[in-house]
């Protein structure tokens, strides 16, 4: 098949020239759905995970779960920064050049994982022996063949990431994020019956890797059928040391991941300093809960990086600059109003979800929404940088906040306890966020930071004003009446706040 051939499914994947609300819409669709189906998994199986195996083999599962998860940081940040130079090359029409990426980045990360899974066999049957303890017990052979399949797995998922990458780059997000979905699925249900006649570990474990060798078979099936680059496709040694050269790149990338990790755990290990387990889970717990706000950002972030690219890669700076704008608006509206609720709900729920083992605490809640909210302005605000690998500085800042984060923790949780932690970790969010992404995007687009700050601070009058006209009916009012109040005032509010925030700018900017 020749190189210039362009298939019908590639045509008409994208509409050169226009961002269609309608593709936009399908692909936040499909993000949901990934999302919904990555939660709803390990929820519906923990219990018949007891049922078949009990509380300590489950936890035996766990810990060698976690044991092999962090193979899958030799990702080292190739998934993203590939797919954006997929996509680039697509957006401008140079498809040998898009087959050539491709061959080169799932060669290498081919070869890595090829590394890995060598030396992981080698630990496992050579260097380790029967002295080397695990939970007050020794790896039995069985246990270490569930490691090799675990962690073969884990490996696998490396390339044929970089591969999936693909279908974003080709304008076929939708179509790539169900078939992941159909796939989830599948394994979600043989889970659940494997679990459900009590297979052992060893079994489940093995299962697991087939079950991921025929989902990497099927997608490479598909791709064959759809992109004419991924039928050329070429993996081979020369194509992984041409593929070395994306390695600066990409580690940008896994900076920005473990800086994210320092931020989430290391703050747990200072307040475990200072605290007992119990202030830690209290945190953790209020973390948690105030962490759904970002769930709205990442199912749009999904489907709206490889529109980013596109844009940039055809030079729309000025409808770059719209989208950046517009995305700012709508994932804080909303991340706003997710806040509100869960202020609202969270005082009912959280004594039934705890056990009533841990109270709320409305002013350490009341940081982390806050920072939440305001996380939805400036980090949203970097996308545009991230889509179009212009990411190398703001992963800089990223790493600077996880460190100024964790040392005002050290020195903030001695004297103010776990609210010293929480405000640490908004500090370092505004300091090397808030002051920092905006400037950066602005000068990056070549417009005002102004602008970046005025749609920020549009949101957060309007959600000012929310708060404080359900205060004062809450002095004026309760029972039933307050709640009626309350539902049409949220009403009345959604509908104006959309309108005056987003609706010219849709209809001005974006096509169905």
């Known amino acids: 098949m020749d190189s210039t051939t362009t298939s019908a499914p590639e045509k008409s994947a994208m509409a050169p020239g226009s961002l269609t609300l309608r593709r936009l819409l399908l692909g936040v669709g499909s993000s949901a759905m990934s999302q919904v189906i990555a939660a709803a998994q390990p929820i519906l199986l923990v219990p018949l995970f007891f049922r078949a195996w009990g509380a300590n083999g489950y936890g035996r599962w766990l810990v060698l779960t976690a044991l092999v998860s962090?193979?899958?940081?030799?990702?080292?940040g190739g998934q993203n920064y590939i797919g954006n130079l997929l996509a680039i090359e697509y957006a401008q029409g140079n498809k040998e050049s898009f087959r050539e990426k491709l061959s080169e980045g799932v060669s290498l990360f081919t070869f890595v994982?090829?590394?890995?899974l060598i030396f992981l066999v080698i630990v496992?049957?050579?260097?380790?022996?029967s002295s080397l303890?695990?939970?007050g017990k020794v790896f039995s052979s069985e246990e270490r063949w569930i490691i090799l399949f675990l962690g073969s797995n884990f490996l696998l998922s490396i390339p044929s990431g970089v591969y999936v990458t693909a279908y974003r780059a080709s304008g076929l997000f939708v179509r790539g994020t169900m078939l992941g979905n159909v796939l989830r699925i599948g394994h979600f249900a043989s889970s659940a019956v494997m679990l459900y006649i009590s297979v052992s570990p060893f079994v489940y474990a093995l299962v697991f890797l087939i079950a991921g060798m025929i989902g990497t078979m099927v997608i490479v099936w598909d791709s064959r059928r759809k992109m004419v680059a991924c039928y050329q496709i070429r993996i081979g040694l020369a194509e992984a040391k041409r593929g070395r050269k994306y390695l600066r790149g990409a580690l940008q990338f896994w900076l920005l991941a473990l800086a994210n990790g320092l931020n989430q755990q290391g703050v747990l290990l200072v307040l475990a300093i200072f605290a007992s387990p119990a202030i830690v889970a209290l945190y953790a717990t209020h973390r948690t809960a105030a962490g759904l706000v970002g769930y709205f950002g990442s199912v749009l972030q999904a489907p709206l990086w490889p529109e980013l690219s596109f844009l940039w890669a055809q030079d729309r700076r000025e409808e770059l600059r719209k989208v950046a704008l517009l995305a700012i608006r709508i994932i804080m509206l909303i991340s706003g109003l997710a806040a509100f609720t869960m202020w609202v709900l969270l005082p009912f729920i959280y004594p039934l979800w705890t056990g009533k083992q841990l109270q709320l605490q409305p002013v350490l809640f009341a940081v982390f929404l806050i920072q939440g909210v305001l996380a939805a302005g400036w980090f949203t605000s970097g996308w545009s940088l991230l889509a179009a690998n212009q990411h190398r500085v703001p992963a800089r800042w990223s790493l600077a906040n996880?460190?100024?984060?964790?040392?005002l923790a050290v020195l903030l949780a001695s004297i103010f306890g776990i609210l010293g932690v929480a405000l640490a970790t908004l500090m370092g969010d505004m300091l090397c966020g808030l002051l920092v992404y905006p400037k950066l995007v602005a000068n990056t687009l070549r417009f005002s930071v102004w602008r970046v700050y005025q749609s920020m601070l549009l949101v957060a009058s309007l959600l000012s004003l929310l708060v404080l006209v359900v205060l004062v009916g809450a002095r004026l009012m309760e029972g039933w009446p307050f709640v009626a109040f309350l539902l049409l005032t949220i009403v009345?509010?959604?509908?104006?706040?959309?309108?005056?925030?987003?609706g010219r700018e849709i209809r001005q900017n974006v096509t169905i």
Request: hydrophobic content about 70%; proline content about 3%.
């Open 124 to 129: 496992l049957f050579g260097v380790m022996n």
């Open 70 to 76: 962090y193979l899958s940081m030799l990702d080292l």
């Open 402 to 407: 996880a460190v100024v984060t964790i040392v």
């Open 113 to 116: 994982a090829i590394a890995a």
């Open 133 to 135: 303890p695990v939970l």
């Open 492 to 502: 009345i509010w959604s509908i104006s706040a959309l309108y005056l925030t987003l």
